[in-house]
Each structure stands twice: as structure tokens, then as C-alpha cells.
Nanobody, 115 residues
Framework: QVQPVESGGGLVQAGGSLRLSCAAS????????MGWYRQAPGKQRELVAF???????NYPDSMKGRFTISRDNAKNTVYLQMNSLKPEDTAVYYC?????????WGQGTQVTVSS
């Protein structure tokens, strides 16, 4: 089993930046990919970015340009750098770990962007 734990959320003004971290514990060697999702109030959870074990990254078109996913294998940690934040980026951000056909979800970290 692999368990992700997010950190780094908070309150930021529009135009600012935040970096989220996701540390994975457990059967690290079985991880195929890790990703970031977000869910705003009243909306469905949506993909922000993911990165595979081979460092291939993928972003939905709506997320390209302001969000960057990266990883530090030595720390078993994935990061999400968020720049030029907008109030509509306000959401709970979740880390997901994909391994052996399973998905492990973190508890989420709140990101609030004030106008």
C-alpha cells in the first residue's frame, strides 16, 4: 500500500505563487505515476497534472502554463508549482498515487486565492 501526504496549501493573493508537496510512503517501488487533482466547492474533482515513474508529465490544456509538476525521487516527493494564481484556482488539492492498479489518495490541502 502507498499513502500520499500533501502539504503546502494556504492563502495567497491573486497573482501569487504556491508550491505543494506530496510525500509518498509505503511500497514506493510499485508506484507507476503520481498526480495532482483539485476540487472546488460544488464542482467535480479535476486533474491538474501527473508525472509517471519515467518522468513523463501531462497537463490538461486548461492547466498548461501556470502549473508545473516535478519529482524528487530521493525524497519520494512530488511537487506542484503554481504561479499566477487566480481566485478560480481556489480548491482542495489532492495528491494521487497510482500503483499496481490501485489509486491512493491524500487527505487534501486547501488552496485559497484572494482577489
Amino acid at each position: 500500500q502507498v499513502q500520499p501526504v500533501e502539504s503546502g496549501g494556504g492563502l495567497v493573493q491573486a497573482g501569487g505563487s504556491l508550491r505543494l508537496s506530496c510525500a509518498a510512503s509505503g511500497s514506493i517501488s510499485s508506484i507507476n505515476a503520481m498526480g495532482w487533482y483539485r476540487q472546488a466547492p460544488g464542482k467535480q474533482r479535476e486533474l491538474v497534472a501527473f508525472i509517471t515513474s519515467g518522468d513523463i508529465t501531462n497537463y490538461p490544456d486548461s492547466m498548461k502554463g501556470r502549473f508545473t509538476i516535478s519529482r524528487d525521487n530521493a525524497k519520494n516527493t512530488v511537487y506542484l508549482q503554481m504561479n499566477s494564481l487566480k481566485p478560480e484556482d481556489t480548491a482542495v488539492y489532492y495528491c494521487a498515487v497510482f500503483y499496481k492498479g490501485f489509486t491512493g489518495w491524500g487527505q487534501g490541502t486547501q488552496v485559497t486565492v484572494s482577489s
